[in-house]
């Protein structure tokens, strides 16, 4: 497998008649087991990088937007915020879906596509066994993908591409109910099973789905981690650090040519998302 030859890395495929000893439902036509990987809390995560880069002197200044972004005469970069204006000699874009016309050129690349997640009520320890026996971190291939596991006190979170626009109170609604349809049909025990919540965000696609980095109008920036997530997103942050700092530019991910979103599906103008979903269902339903 190449994956084994490039980067010593062992994956197992396992046949269908395996599968509910590894995911405790057998409705997909097989899987691959990757023993090596493992999963976190991303809110834990969150606040220890947050606590690692405040130990290294960074200031931190939450619940401040960035308004707009232009130069000073002596060349610095000013940005007008909601709490004031600061300069800086480099800057880093790390705003994901979330960008906003600020930096236009960023933005006019991103195609913001929602993601949403639920929590079912904590489950007995003997279903909960009989859901997931290996205590896997679980995810399918499709585009409209379901991802899942148990949570350290028992309960199934389930997540996927349901609503597919941002998060609002709605696509939050809707997709609570589009997700449980979708945990029922992997496990039809969870019929009765209470949803006690359900959150969203939006995620940062690309036209080619993959990350991109490097210099956008003088301005550093990575984006493009929908469905590549926490670990890749981390590694470019530092990696970006290191270029600000003076280290020589090895991210393979630069120069690849990051073309914009298509009309109609860009970060403000999504009107053609609905088209765009109806393509991948119809994709999902073929393949
Ligand atoms: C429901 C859900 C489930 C997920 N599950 C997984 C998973 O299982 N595994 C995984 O690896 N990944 C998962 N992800 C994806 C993961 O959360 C993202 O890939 C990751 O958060 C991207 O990190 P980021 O720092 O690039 O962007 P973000 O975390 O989106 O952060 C961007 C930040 O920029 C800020 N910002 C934007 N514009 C401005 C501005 N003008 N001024 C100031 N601040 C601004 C935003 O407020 C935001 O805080 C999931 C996402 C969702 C929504």
Known sequence: MLVKREFNHELRIIPK??????????????????????????????????????RAGACLCDHTRVTSVGRERNNKFRMETSKGAITAREIILASGAYTTDATPALRKKIIPIGSYIM????????????????????????????YYRLTPDNRMLFGGRAAFFPETENTVRQSAEILRRGMIGVYPQLGDTKIEFVWG??????????PHAGKIGDMYFAAGFAGHGVAAATWFGAKLAGLVCGDPNDIPFDGIPFRGAPLGLRSGHTWALPLAGAWYRILDWLT
């Open 17 to 54: 008649s395996e599968l509910r000893g590894e995911i405790g439902s057998d409705i997909y036509f097989g899987g691959m087991v990757d023993e090596t990987s493992a999963g976190l809390n991303p809110a834990r995560y969150l606040a220890g990088l947050a606590l690692a880069a405040q």
């Open 119 to 146: 929590a079912t009520e904590v489950l007995p320890s003997d279903l909960a066994r009989e859901l997931s026996p290996r205590n896997r971190m679980i995810y399918d291939s499709k585009h409209f993908l379901y």
């Open 201 to 210: 965000g939006t995620l940062d696609f690309t036209l080619d789905v993959m």
